[in-house]
């Protein structure tokens, strides 16, 4: 085994931030009395120095703002601040936008305090909590990332060599197994159709739309990429404005494309440390599709300006990070701009915080403050509010790390190309749904079976690379949210948050009957027990296609390619056994008889006989008779004719020929 890549394989991925609230170390907090301990929202535990967060009364709060130098305000903490030698104490949120808004949830009591990093950081937080008016104190923990490890694609070994028909012209599409799985050994030894995220059928409904933000939290992502230029958002007023001027007002300097919150300035992608990270995430929710370059993305449109738009909110930045603060501005600032979808494939190591208590602090800590904000803003009229997707965390641990673990926040595992949970993926308590996050081919360690997108170019000449990771399958459900709202804009439907929510955990395929025995860990090759994840990798796999028709409000009916299949509708309605709900013979479109390949359609005793020669999708109307046509006296009693809209989805089963595209021991998808 090539230990190098071990090594790195072992740490690629998802970027730990090192634990906010550690059990308390003794050490590191300076002996308190009880009273000012309680304040304290976490420990100094990889902390940056000359740095601290308060939170601090109203009173205080305004004397802060209002004074021409917060450092000598006239308020209660003016002789503590002078003690410890503070060069400026800021508002953590900007006022400047949404003000009125933020000061009624308290956003505008959190300041940032810097001081040399010549004193104590302890003693200084010590100082700061013996002042009544300081409420809350919170270290600015240091995001710490690991080596995320990017292998290159060769466009040329990736170009199309089958004949079958792909839905857009992007060269490397048919290697992006995880939007959809044909079973194909090259890619895995253990490949299965269908274990993917089934995006093609939903393409053929909707493609992205360009008035749909998503926020990408996380390195920065290369605005210049090939394949990702035109689906950037574009902040217009600093587009056409001046260098090194604030044109629109909004606090920040020259932020075309996003912030880089780290360095305070442009977004970045080349310092040292930098590892292609973001782009990578950016360009799977939104690479430029059909453009005739690179990759698809799965909310990345159909090549005609409409994929949805990529804000990049750097957090980190070659050796620097934008700790809790910076990260929390992050957050607030993909609210100010518009975001609505906020992707996050960042966390805190699992098991580091014990519950949703330990993260939130009891109450709130800065970060879950600019959570909260986000959640309740609206940036898109079809959508109350704004979505946060977070990456379950690649410690293989029963837990998914904070902040994704979180109640409120949907948590993402990561599942291989063979269907199953990854050797890395968090999973059980926190987690919410699985997602295609790849994994390197067992022995081998093949990179075709992680995750394809676009890196910089200083990270992969090409500028397309494979990566495995939590993180990888967190940006495809960030896509696949995306999708969501963009089918309910074109159709005028108005989704709540939990609506949203709901729809995302809820339209997803069983992956619980492959959870029995053992597969080979890739890292260690060891063994991983399938049943320890059995009902834990959330509520199982996303499918693109049932989300939409969920947000539709339309049942999907799966059917297996190559395979006479019998549809029984009082499985999908009633109790599921109701034998007096009979279908009657009701048409089926001359479309989706074409675009499924249907032959053979039979109507005997209540139920449809058809087979499905092809993959693909579409509306049906079913009429049935509820209750049952009744026999008495004589007479026929009608039972009442109704009808439903269903969606018939047709897939490869479990493998695919390569050769001759004919799928073998079919009916393998659930
Ligand atoms: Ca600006
Ligand atoms: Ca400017
Ligand atoms: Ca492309």
Known sequence: MNKTKLFLLALAGLFAVSCATNPVDETAVVDANAMTAKKFVNTSNEANEGELIIYVDETVAEMLTGAECATRSGSPIDAVVAEIGATSIKPVFNLNVNGDVKRARGMHRWFTVTFPETVALEAAAERLAAVKEVSRIQFATAIVRPEATAVEADPSQCAQTRSDEMPFDDPMLYKQWHYRNLGLQEIHPQAKAGADVNVFPAWEITKGRNDIIVAVVDEGVCYEHEDLVDNMWVNESEANGVEGVDDDNNGYVDDVHGYNFAHNGRVSWTRSKDSGHGTHVAGTVAAVNNNGIGVSGVAGGSGNGDGVRIMSCQILSGEKDAGSGGTAKAIEYAADMGACILQNSWGFGAGQLA????????????????????????????????????????????????????????????????????????????????????????????????????????????????????????????????????????????????????????????????????????????????????????????DAYKVLMAVRGTKCIPLPVGEEVIINISSYIGDGTNDKIKMVESEIPQEVIDALGIENIKWMGGKLMLTCTKPGSGIVTLKYIAGGNTKGGGQITGGMQAEQEFAFVARYGVAYDEGTLEPINPGGWL
């Not at 330990?358 to 509010?385: I, Q, R």
């Not at 109640?407 to 595992?413: M, Q, R």
């Not at 390197?440 to 500028?463: D, F, H, M, R």
């Open 355 to 542: 519950n949703d208590s330990a993260f939130a602090n009891g109450s709130t800590s800065v970060e879950l403050d600019a959570f909260h904000y986000f959640m309740a803003t609206k940036n898109n009229p079809n959508l109350e509010g704004g979505i946060v997707i977070f990456a379950a965390g690649n410690d293989g641990k029963a837990v998914a790390g904070y902040p994704g673990a979180y109640n409120e926040i949907i948590a993402v595992t990561a599942i291989g190309p063979d269907g199953l949970p990854t050797y890395y993926t968090n999973y059980d308590r926190g987690c919410n749904v699985a997602a295609t996050g790849g994994e390197y081919a067992p022995i081998t360690w093949a990179e075709q079976s992680c995750v394809l997108s676009t890196v910089p170019t200083n990270i992969a000449k090409s500028g397309y690379a494979y990566m495995q990771g939590t993180s990888m399958a967190c940006p495809h459900v960030s896509g696949i949210a995306a999708l969501a709202l963009s089918y309910a804009m074109d159709n005028n439907i108005v989704l709540t948050l939990p609506e949203l929510k709901d729809i995302i955990v809820s339209s997803v395929n069983n992956i619980n009957p492959y959870l029995t025995g053992f597969k080979t860990k890739v890292d260690t090759g060891g063994t991983l027990n399938l049943s320890s994840y059995n009902n834990k990798m959330g509520t199982g796999l996303i």
